[in-house]
């Protein structure tokens, strides 16, 4: 089996119909994510499923109303977990020493991990994906909701459902840009500038055409598509806002001094 025209086919769905997704399908999805390699096959992660009308809601409200959770039949919530495994550990009267920065980045990698198996698998039975970054700055919102424990901690969502749309794949920066054979690859500001040329062109087309940003940008007087990143979409306040919670939240967590 060619895995390329799946692979190289994604895009994300954004806009679902409301048909539901079987307990088999699920269940399938949710088996293959688990096949993915782990650290150690210790599995650091947990998966909570959200299927009810009521709790995709609230989900909704802490994911900053990203109305395609309000379509999809499906979220999960892939989280960070040494939970189970610490507690194992003490069981088996061998002492943990997973309350430190490695051990969650380990868990977090494993999550991340898993989830792209489970959005390969979804899109493989014709199903689309988007994921949810919000996940990280509604940490404190969603470990409350999803009554997660101690040394467990949220990673990433997808949303899965029956696509009702059918976008272009969307481009990405040129290979030589990214892939460097055999040591790194300087970028002098010209090589800068030519990596991004086709993307300045067409992200900031593409922003324009939600009327919402496109509002903002016209009023913000930002003139490309870097500035609508750094002034607009992800700002260094924000960014900093959202770390010092989940500095804080890892710390409750158990993960940080
Ligand atoms: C970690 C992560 C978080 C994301 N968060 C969001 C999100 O909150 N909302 C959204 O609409 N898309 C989200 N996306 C989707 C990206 O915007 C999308 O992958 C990117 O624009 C490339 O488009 P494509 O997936 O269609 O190729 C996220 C993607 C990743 C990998």
Redesign the pocket.
């Known amino acids: 089996m060619d895995p390329r025209p799946l692979l190289n086919g994604?895009?994300?769905i954004?806009s679902y119909r409301p048909d539901p997704i079987d307990d088999a399908t699920l269940h399938d999805i949710l088996h293959a994510a688990t096949r993915a390699s782990s650290s150690g096959n210790m599995q650091t992660y947990s998966i909570v499923v959200t299927r009810d009308a009521e709790r995709r809601r609230a989900l909704w409200r802490m994911h900053f109303e990203?109305d395609m959770i309000l379509q999809a039949p499906v979220l999960l919530t892939f989280c960070a977990d040494w939970h189970r495994m610490t507690r194992w550990c003490e069981l088996s009267d061998a002492e943990p020493g997973y309350d430190n920065l490695l051990s969650f980045l380990v868990a977090f990698a494993d999550a991340l991990i898993t989830a792209q198996n489970a959005a390969i698998a979804a899109e493989g039975l014709g199903l689309g994906i988007?994921?949810?970054?919000?996940t990280l700055q509604a940490t404190r919102e969603l470990t409350e909701f999803l009554e997660l424990p101690p040394r467990t901690f949220p990673a990433?969502t997808l949303v899965i459902g029956h696509p009702d749309e059918d976008p272009e794949?969307?481009a990405r920066l040129p290979m030589e840009s990214i892939v460097h054979r055999e040591r790194y690859e300087p970028f002098d500001d010209e090589r800068i500038r030519a990596t991004y040329a086709a993307r300045e062109l067409e992200g900031w087309n593409r922003y324009l055409s939600f009327p919402e940003l496109a509002d903002r940008m016209r009023t913000s007087g930002v003139r490309n598509l870097a500035q609508v990143y750094t002034r607009l979409k992800y700002t260094r306040e924000d960014n900093d806002e959202a770390s010092e919670i989940l500095r804080e939240g890892l710390r409750r967590a158990g993960f940080l001094d």
């Open positions: 994604h895009r994300s954004r990203q988007c994921y949810l970054g919000t990433t794949p969307r």
